[in-house]
């Protein structure tokens, strides 16, 4: 079992999830985008969240499991982030900075499952 906020990885996932809250809180209720903030916000989560359960995952591969859901929930976001841009839901100056952080993070989850894994096949 590991401290999942001793991962740095974690870290920044979930100071992205912050940040992508803050950005849609500007998307009125009701709007037409309404869904795509909800899902925003839920693939924003599940970066840090899918984290969180590796790190009380009873084996190295099932860890490298939860760090792979993390990184296709990373893959998510960005999706719904170019999405949001897209249809005008966030400014461009808001958009770029959140896919360059999930962008990064989904390469840092990936180089650590990487890392897990080659460690657990030395075992």
Same mark, same amino acid.
């Given at each position: ?8 990885v974690w870290q920044r996932a979930?100071? #992205?999830? =912050?940040?992508?809250?803050? %950005?849609v809180?500007?998307?009125?209720r009701g709007?037409e985008h309404t869904?795509?903030?909800?899902q925003?916000?839920?693939?924003a989560d599940s970066?840090a ?9 009873a084996t190295?591969k099932?860890?490298?499991r939860? #760090?792979? =859901?993390?990184t296709?929930s %990373?893959?998510e976001?960005?999706h719904?982030l170019l999405?949001?841009?897209d249809?005008?839901?966030l400014?461009?100056d808001?958009?770029?900075?959140l ?12 180089s650590?499952?990487k890392k ?8």
């Open positions: 079992m590991r401290d999942f906020k001793k991962l740095f979930y100071a #992205l999830s =912050i940040a992508v809250h803050d %950005a809180r500007g998307i009125r709007s869904d795509l903030k909800r925003l916000t839920r693939a970066i969240s899918n984290i969180v359960e590796g790190c009380g995952a190295q099932e860890f490298a939860y #760090l792979d =859901i993390s296709k %990373a893959t976001a960005e719904h999405a949001a841009r249809r005008r839901a400014p461009a808001r958009w770029q900075p896919t360059s952080e999930v962008i990064e993070i989904r390469r840092m989850t990936y650590l499952r897990i894994l080659n460690d657990a096949a030395s075992d």
